[in-house]
């Protein structure tokens, strides 16, 4: 027992976390030995041009290249999307991030794996902000290694009047660090990082996050709060697929399968074997099979390339439907039809009976909005059966153009020279510059053929 009137204060682990993946984080404001080394990009490094609400991903189509592979939990990227409201994307990048912040994980705007530096609603977009990108091949800051910047500069909360400097420094060794080189207007931001998948459900603990919501008050970032995210590295070795190409559906041409395999530990490997399994997702069959033995050095990442293949054909009925963006295909006596979404291949109707031949789409007559999209269906039987399956859409959905689909969605307008619709929109000239960007109202300069884009849909304006 202590002496009285002697307190025995418990001692302190350093860091936070581990997550799920096995990252953890360092702070200044927890005591950690984190070095403070700002580095000021916003006269050397490329203004991102960062409007109100906005990522560059998917509103500019741009993204940025850090100069090096980057490991983000169990994925690698060579690239990045900015947003204006304090994050930056890893997975998922040609989507918004926007300025509703949340807690760890989230997924109100879609499933992203990103860092969120101070995730509010910020206005970069005011007189003398600015958000800035910046690659080195030796980090300025002391890492001997590469590493690219982003800093937010000047930029206030949307309406605020604090003007804020913070950045964060992206590591070639997958570590990130926040640094916060200002006065703070702090109301409810987040801070910390997730990966895709967490707000996907499948690994629900994968992210780790520092502040939401002001708690802990601890954790409220001042003027030279630094906070380093540590990407894990294990006592030995640690081998894990970081991605794979080609995948999905591939043609019947020859091809060559490659794959990039990461060792995160600090011991390197030597004759590790890596196996390739290629299946007709169709059938569910094995259709191919490699073994490659590679040596893989510490915390690196080896591309393994395995032997050729060339697949043969076994689909039946391949047809789409056009402006729904997919694809259906069936194989030779199989029972299911398949389809395709931009996305992993999903069954699209498994308890039809029988074994499928052919399969067609039935063009619709007329955009009559009470006529349902159908699918002709031969059975490979005596009587050669058809079989009309419903589609899930009705023809109205398939008959208009993605312009006559803006129109009526985003209820866009012409008046004389003035576009009005409800969002954000771009505007391009016939040259495919782009003009403007603007939100609910624009007046265009001059009479010309222009073409405004909302998201991933386009329509065509002739102003004369």
């Known amino acids: 027992m202590a002496p009285k009137g002697i307190r ?11 997550d799920g993946f096995g990252y953890t984080y360092l702070s200044t404001q927890d005591g950690d030995a984190v070095p403070f080394n700002y580095i000021d990009i916003s006269t050397t490094g490329i203004n991102v041009g960062a409007g109100d609400d906005w990522c560059s991903g998917s509103n500019a189509g741009t993204l940025y290249y850090l100069g090096f592979s980057f490991p983000f939990y169990d994925k690698v990227t060579d690239s990045i999307s900015i947003c204006s409201n304090g994050t930056v994307i890893f997975n998922n990048k040609r989507t918004y991030l926007g300025l509703f912040n949340s807690s760890l994980p989230d997924n109100f705007y879609g499933e992203h794996g990103f860092v969120a530096v101070m995730w509010d609603d ?4 005011v007189s003398g902000a600015g958000v800035y990108f910046q690659r080195f091949t030796t980090c300025p800051d002391g890492y001997s290694g590469s590493c690219a910047v982003v800093q937010w500069h000047n930029v206030p909360r949307y309406g605020g009047t604090v003007r804020m400097d913070f950045e964060v420094i992206i590591y070639d060794n997958g ?26 459900g ?40 970081v991605n794979v190409s080609p995948s999905g559906l591939v043609s019947t041409s020859p091809l060559t399968v490659q794959a990039v395999v990461r060792n995160t530990g600090s011991v390197p490997t030597s004759g590790t074997p890596v196996h390739l399994y290629i299946y007709d997702t169709v059938s569910n069959t094995l ?25 043969s054909p076994s689909l039946r009925g391949i047809f789409s439907l056009p402006y729904v963006n997919e694809i259906y295909y069936g194989g030779w006596n199989q029972e299911k039809i398949y389809k395709l979404r931009k996305s992993p291949v999903s069954v699209l109707d498994s308890v039809l009976i029988g074994n499928m031949a052919d399969a067609d789409f039935w063009p619709c007559p007329s955009p009559d909005p009470n006529t349902p999209v159908t699918a002709f269906i031969t059975i490979n039987d005596r009587y050669n059966t058809l079989i009309q ?6 023809c109205d959905q398939l008959m208009i153009s993605e312009g006559e689909r803006l129109v009526k969605e985003y209820n866009l307008k012409v008046s004389g020279r003035t ?8 505007v391009y000239d016939i040259t495919g510059r782009k003009v403007a960007e603007f939100k609910d109202k624009y007046t265009l300069p001059k009479a010309g053929i222009y073409f405004v884009k909302v998201g991933e849909k386009t329509a065509k304006v002739i102003i004369r």
Do not use: C
């Not at 910020?122 to 977009?125: F, G, K, T, V």
């Not at 399956?389 to 009705?394: D, I, R, T, V």
């Not at 576009?419 to 771009?426: F, P, V």
């Open 8 to 18: 025995v204060k418990a001692p302190r682990i350093l860091g936070g976390g581990p």
């Open 122 to 125: 910020l206005d970069p977009s």
């Open 175 to 200: 570590n990130i660090k926040l640094q916060y080189n200002s006065n703070i207007h702090y109301v409810d931001a987040t801070i910390g990082i997730q990966d895709s998948t967490a707000a996907a």
């Open 202 to 241: 499948s690994n629900p603990t994968w992210y780790l996050q520092y502040v939401y919501n002001g708690s802990p008050p601890g954790h409220v970032p001042t003027n030279g709060t630094a906070i380093l995210f540590q990407y894990p590295t294990g006592a030995d070795y640690d081998i894990r697929v």
């Open 287 to 311: 259709v191919f099979s490699d073994v490659q033995n590679v040596s893989i050095p510490a915390s690196s990442n080896v591309t393994v390339t395995f032997s050729a293949f060339t697949p």
């Open 389 to 394: 399956m419903a589609l899930g859409y009705y």
């Open 419 to 426: 576009i009005t619709l409800s969002g954000r929109a771009e």
